[in-house]
């Protein structure tokens, strides 16, 4: 096969949220360290500081990109329909204008799934282009599943509680009833997203920030709907150097950590899109306090506040932030978490278990995985009160089960470390991507 050493550039398209950015610039740290040079085309929006924190890279903006806070007023599925369509032709005129101005160098297109409108662009400029998928191998293989069905007569099924707890072929323990698709309502509209996703990709690989030892099965299944090759690289963030955060981290919390006990103290993230309803707040704050373990809680601007009296309370026994540093400290002995897939991986990687209220969409499926399947968490259901909250604190820092559930991720995390290196999965399908890269563009 001819070598294509001269096209070592590779564009990215993130989906302009953290929780995408994030991993989408840790693949690009990952591919630079291999050669490549990295442009981000990014939406005027995003606030990723290009020089501070990724010398080398390029940065270009797509004009007028669909501004990210009209969620809000249109909710994610018709935004994200919205976005695809209006985002084609100024992405293509984009590219185009990088290929004059800097020649045919691009060695591929590499764009968050959901932001398919890139495949346009690729096929007319005949780019090879690969899919990079920042959640799970099973929410992918879900989403084929939601894609096949038929929106009215689902949810005539769904009020069938034996179709509900029926299990989705070949996706134990996933049933029909966890199928990702709160907070995308409405059915009908997510499904057309879904299949949308599908037919409009033109992609010859897909990237899954996901580890093999995790989800072999769903793998598999994702490989043959795909018929692509798929490239379980992940988790991203361990080999990543530098940070994307759109927000700044407050390091004050550091020093706070150092005076704790090892393993003591609840680290609570809701991540950078949900924030808790105040009733929520009061109940966990409570529940917290009593349990008597130290907590630190990530309460980012912009968020509903903490009532005065909370406030109070909680800084006495804990410590708040805006937005931590979430990486290693060896005092976090548990993550109270909305179970999103990076905050996931990254408990993992820690060897944390973890406390799971997730909100919607596909983080009640990486709950079901973290409690079910690899049983390192205990997912807290239905409406929250201080008494429960008081006592999966303590079945987890103090209690037995805890105590297995924190071995259990301890494995997780040997896995994950052995994944990285020389031989092991992701540090395999990193290579096997490169190589693709390098040798067989269209
Ligand atoms: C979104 C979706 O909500 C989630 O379901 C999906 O899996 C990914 O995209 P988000 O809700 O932001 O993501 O959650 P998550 O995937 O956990 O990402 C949050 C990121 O913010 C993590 O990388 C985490 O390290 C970072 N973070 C969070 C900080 O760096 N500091 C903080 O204080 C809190």
């Not at 185009?96 to 890139?118: E, R, V």
């Amino acid at each position: 096969m001819e070598k294509r050493a001269e096209k070592k550039r590779i564009v990215l398209v993130p989906l302009p949220l953290q929780g995408h950015i994030t991993p989408m610039m840790q693949l690009g740290q990952a591919l630079n360290s291999k050669g490549f040079s990295i442009t981000v085309f990014l939406g005027e929006f995003n606030r990723v500081s290009s020089s501070k924190h990724f010398p080398g890279f390029q940065f270009i903006t797509i004009p007028e990109i669909l501004p990210v806070a009209e969620v809000e007023a249109i909710g994610p599925v018709e935004f994200l329909i919205k976005l695809n369509k209006t985002s084609e032709a100024n992405f293509k005129d984009c590219v185009s204008q990088m290929l004059i101005q800097q020649g045919n160098d691009i060695a591929c297109i590499i764009y968050d799934d959901l932001m398919y409108f890139c495949g346009a662009a690729a096929n007319e400029f005949k780019i090879p282009s690969i899919i990079f998928c920042t959640t799970s191998a099973t929410h992918k293989v879900c989403n084929y599943v939601l894609s096949k069905l038929n929106a009215e007569k689902f949810l005539i099924d769904m009020e069938d509680p034996d179709l509900q707890n029926k299990v989705v072929e070949n996706l134990h323990p996933v049933s029909f009833k966890d199928l990702p698709i709160g907070g995308f309502e409405p059915l009908e509209r997510f499904l057309v997203l879904c299949r949308e996703i599908i037919t409009k990709r033109s992609a010859c690989g897909a990237i899954i920030n996901t580890v093999s030892c995790l989800e072999s099965s769903s793998l598999t299944l994702l490989q043959q709907e795909f018929g692509i090759p798929v490239y379980p690289l992940g988790p991203l963030h361990i080999t990543a150097k530098e940070t994307s955060s759109l927000l700044e981290e407050d390091r004050s919390c550091i020093e706070w950590l150092n005076k704790q006990k090892p393993r003591s103290v609840i680290y609570i993230s809701m991540g950078s899109i949900f924030d808790i309803e105040t009733k929520e707040v009061l109940e966990m704050a409570n529940g917290l306090c009593d349990s008597n373990q130290p907590f630190l809680w990530v309460i980012r601007p912009g968020s509903k506040p903490l009532p005065e009296e909370v406030s109070k309370m909680v800084s006495e026994k804990g410590f708040i932030v805006k937005w931590a540093p979430q990486n290693a400290h060896p005092a976090v002995g548990g993550f109270w978490s909305h179970c999103g897939w990076n905050s996931t991986l990254e408990s993992i990687a820690e060897g944390v278990p973890m406390i799971c209220r997730p909100f919607n969409g596909e983080q009640k499926l990486n709950a079901l995985y973290i409690e079910s399947v690899w049983r390192i968490g205990i997912l807290l259901q239905g409406e929250v009160e201080r008494g429960g909250v008081e006592r999966a604190v303590k079945r987890l820092i103090m209690d037995e089960e805890g105590a297995s559930m924190r071995e259990r991720a301890l494995v997780l995390k040997e896995k994950f470390n052995y994944s990285v290196r020389s031989g092991g999965s992701s540090y395999n399908a990193l290579n096997e991507l490169v190589n693709y890269l390098e040798t067989e563009g269209k």
